[in-house]
């Protein structure tokens, strides 16, 4: 079976390294020093929960629309879980993609040569998931950098971008502290906010 191009493996495959690493690297870059329980709780959920969950909880809590906008209630109200369920899908997709090939599979375990077509869609699917993921994470920092005033520092006019490509799990962990306060309130994994349910609105 005829494996995806070098280049798209090893891009993939860097981009997803390089983020793990940021995100077990990670120091503490807030104002206050949050708790170390946070930090290793933290650090453990980005290696489960994907970063389009976390950027869902975060915008959850600034009350914008799936797509990074400013809206109404109404138009807010679902943002945590529309992320939720793209993620869900892609994940599903990609499962049903990865055993997809084993089906075609001939008595002699011999995979058809159509099953390279499944393959191809794997890394279709992933490298559109990266690239929205990457999307929604500049948009949301571009907007909390917008709302509370905190001007780009590096890569000036493009360090948004810059941080959601390279830095996916530092610019999220960051946004996360910036977000909410939680030497006071507990952090939550099951929650649309990532917050307990007596944590405030932002502000």
């Not at 950027?55 to 939720?84: C, D, K, N, P, Y």
């Not at 084993?102 to 008595?107: G, I, T, V, W």
């Not at 890394?123 to 999307?135: E, K, M, N, Q, S």
Request: charged share 20%; net charge neutral; hydrophobic share 45%.
């Amino acid at each position: 079976m005829r494996a995806a191009a070098p280049w798209v493996r090893y891009c993939i495959w860097f981009v997803f390294e390089f983020n793990t690493h940021c995100a077990v690297g990670e120091r503490d870059i807030s104002p206050s020093h949050r708790s170390d329980n946070f930090n290793l709780t933290r650090r453990f959920l980005l290696f489960v929960v994907p970063s389009s969950v976390l950027a869902g909880q975060i915008m959850h809590r600034l009350r914008l629309t799936w797509l990074g906008e400013e809206g109404s209630i109404a138009e807010t109200v679902s943002t945590f879980r529309t992320l939720l369920s793209i993620t869900v899908v892609y994940y599903v997709l990609n499962q049903i993609l990865i055993f997809s090939p084993f089906a075609l599979m001939d008595e002699n375990g011999n995979v058809s040569s159509d099953a390279v077509l499944f393959v191809e869609w794997r890394y279709i699917l992933r490298i559109i998931f990266i690239v929205f993921t990457w999307i929604t994470v500049a948009r949301l920092r571009s907007r909390i950098r917008s709302k509370y005033s905190i001007p780009e520092k590096n890569c000036r006019g493009c360090e948004d971008c810059c941080c959601s490509i390279w830095c996916t799990c530092c610019a999220l962990s960051q946004m996360a502290r910036h977000t909410a306060d939680y030497e006071t309130y507990a952090a939550l994994c099951c929650s649309e906010t990532g917050l307990s349910p007596n944590a405030p609105s932002i502000v």
